[in-house]
């Protein structure tokens, strides 16, 4: 099986959307849960609103109102512009935000040099909630809103929350995370699409690190890449939703 | 098993949906279904948006605009909310809209004398789903967003949505809807707590109305409650979520 992971950029135009859509539905019977993102979603609401967003390394720092913002534009209208896309395409979907089932456990980051207000790092999934779905035939549509055993709902990093489920499934079943980017693969050249490096394995990841032939952008992606591996995941990989078969393999 | 209503102002605010939620999981092990509104997070969503809203019979026109905000606010914030609270009690439960599974399929109401805009009409609910859930000791919590069997979001009136899974539901096993207001039931004397009227049927309801005796803004909801009697619910309670076990209750 596959987990997918698409970024909110994806889900903002509903014409981007629909072609992501078919690509996703073109898979044919391959079972996948797709996890999605809502960043684009969250901030335009948020500059609409005049509600200040405060970045640091590229994550939203999340306080009470931005998690209202989150959970509307991420649970809300990503998610279910989502389910209903691939419904109109024949597609049974059921979106899930980590709190639905308990399908996605968290904690509140503990405030360190930063307070990330709001925002959860995943403790658990729960495997069983996504093949009972799988196998009725029902795609899992996750939101990187995840919940806590409080109760509590913070805003997750949606590449963590794929990994995740990644990781939680690989326990019973063979899958390939696809990780899906704004570019084909991971590239020998920054500036040609078509420079896409077809395999990469821990031993050329280090070479190439070593070489600095790695866009420093793409090093975190990696290294998410081959945490999953090492955690039992088979193959992570990094295209985008026009080569969901391609792109570039990241295996052990 | 019951189908629950609740209105959008107990979700507004945490301390009042902590208090509702907790008189539902006092319910016990009986199996529900719990189906939200959220126009009051929606309208306050516009007004900050500065998006104007157009308002017919006490019913919402819905632009392309309002329906975004409309899916954000039901789906996203009043749905997770809902959900998020029961969790932290130990209920499990899964946030549904009409669109996850097709669970409620509707179509966009046509064009009359007024263009409701994305508005939606209940055409059938997958019992199928939600016994599945009831079944696992997973509570359905179901927005008043729908879904076309082309993919298309709609808004959809709470009360009407509540009906139509009551009905569904009753094909099956022994269905009460209780429908919960901001009063304890139907009253004798509007501005008398006091006057619940415990046991309306046909007959008394009739009798009443032609006394004038029935308050106007009541009607609509005993017409909605004989409607679902006629089609097979057993039982409609009329209360407020104090009284989940008292309140008027409506018969054949």
Not at 86 to 108: E, F, T
Not at 136 to 162: F, H, M, Q, R
Not at 200 to 226: T, V, W
Request: charged content about 25%.
């Amino acid at each position: 099986m596959k987990v997918i992971k698409i970024g909110g950029k994806l889900i903002e135009n509903q014409a981007t959307l629909e072609r992501v859509v078919g690509a996703l539905v073109g898979l044919g019977n391959e079972p996948f849960v797709l996890v999605h993102g809502g960043g684009t979603l969250a901030t335009q609401l948020a500059k609409e609103l005049g509600v200040e967003q405060r970045m640091h390394e590229g994550r939203r720092i999340t306080d009470a109102r931005t998690l209202e913002l989150a959970v509307m534009a991420y649970a809300g209208l990503a998610n279910k512009r989502v389910v209903a896309a691939l419904s109109s395409l024949g597609k049974r979907a059921c979106g899930l935000s980590g709190c639905d089932m308990g399908v996605v456990v968290s904690h509140r980051r503990p405030v360190g040099a930063i307070d990330w207000g709001f925002v959860g790092d995943v403790d658990s999934v729960d495997a069983d909630v996504l093949s009972d779905l799988l196998d009725k035939g029902i795609c899992p549509v996750l939101s990187p809103i995840t919940c806590s055993l409080g109760g509590e709902l913070l805003n997750t990093n949606a590449d963590s929350v794929a990994a995740a489920v990644a990781i939680a499934m690989a326990d019973r079943t063979e899958v390939e995370a696809v990780m899906c980017l704004d570019k084909p693969g991971v590239l020998l050249d920054v500036d040609d699409p078509e420079s896409v490096i077809p395999q990469i394995d821990r031993a050329l990841y280090e070479q190439m690190k070593g070489e600095g032939k790695i866009f420093s952008g793409m090093i975190p992606k990696l290294d998410n890449a081959f945490s999953m591996i090492a955690s039992g995941v088979k193959a992570v990989r990094i295209t985008d939703t026009d080569h969901l078969d391609s792109g570039t393999l990241i295996v052990k």
